[in-house]
């Protein structure tokens, strides 16, 4: 009995087959499609397609346009510690729609309504010795004020520096420069694209601005070559109102003046400026567990003895984050010292080491054994 039923489904599963086999010769012949790599730049040129193409469009400064004097509405501004880029000079700008101002946040970026618009441009001069003169403009990046959020663009700029045009997929461009001993530098600078600045700017699952905060902007009004403080000099335009004065207001080093702080204070500074956009509780590298910000008091958070979660390569096979009076054996200095682009930190910004920096860091790490 049991036989006759194996056979019998032996014959059944063999008539399913064939029926089959049979029915796809009598199919008419497909062509598998070929899988293709789609262009991220041509889907996203078509969704933005109703973005202004050229910086021009803005209506920001006044002709000719590379001398960036601003209209009205367009405010100059500055900051304590700002972020290395290659050494690239910035002129940084506000505009703020008319009848409306920055709102006074203790920490973090300003509020902005919509409509407000961050502008940084970023430039090298000819020589660095007179970096007013013979100004080359490489790009302009814009975060946008939007009703949903802030929104980044960037224009570059062209090479006979009329006007920037809109870049989504950024890119690289050779510049040369004559630097403060008198030597010749040449590097292909780095053009950031659009998901690489979302990256940066990106807090708590959302884009911000990272420059305008108080503790920033609280300082002598450089911009406009003013003795006179900054966020006094905003309060009377109408721009922003303070709840006290500014000299109770925080305010954030400048990581190259010593002037303004002593060893652990300025490198801190530093890497509030070039690291804890990222490396913050609710920053694109928060799950590393390494926090820069200028008030974290936790040494182990600011890489201490800390072992690295997850740094693969970027380690160089050290130990610790930061190892107190050695920096050669820091993880931090040696990615900071790094051009290998899966192993340099900042990851992006920058192909050339920052060695002023790196030297501000390695005398704080030697001092940190004796602290």
Known sequence: ????????????????????????????????????????YSLLKQAKSNEKQWLSDYDFFEYPLAELSPKARIF??????????????????????EGTKMEYKKEGALH?????????NFYYPKDFNTPEDSIRLIETRLLIRETTGWKPL?????????????????????????????????????IP???????CHFKNDQITPIGPTIAQLNKKYSAVRSTQNQLE????????????SHSSLPKLPVWEDPKTGNVFERAKAYLHANCAHCHNVEGSAKNSGLYLTYLEQDDRKRGIFKPPIAAGKGSGDFEYDIVPGHPEESIL???MKNNDPAIRMPEIGRVSEHSEGVALLEEYIKLLASN
């Open 1 to 40: 009995m049991f036989e006759s039923t194996g056979k019998l489904k032996k014959f059944f599963y063999l008539s399913f087959v064939i029926i089959l086999w049979v029915g796809c010769q009598n199919q008419p012949e497909k062509t598998v499609p070929i899988a293709k790599k789609v262009s991220g």
């Open 76 to 97: 100059p501004y500055d900051l304590n510690s700002a972020l290395f880029s290659d050494y690239a000079f910035k002129k940084r700008f506000i505009y703020l729609p």
């Open 333 to 335: 200095i040696y990615r």
């Open 154 to 190: 960037n224009y570059v700029w062209s090479e006979d520096q009329k006007d920037a045009k809109l870049n989504y997929v950024g890119g690289e461009v050779a510049v040369q420069w004559i630097d403060k001993n008198q030597k010749a530098k040449t590097i292909p600078y780095g």
């Open 112 to 120: 902005f309504k919509p409509g407000s618009i961050i502008i940084k």
């Open 193 to 199: 694209n659009l998901n690489e600045c979302k990256n």
């Open 233 to 244: 000099r905003f309060q009377e335009l109408g721009l922003v109102d303070l709840p006290i």
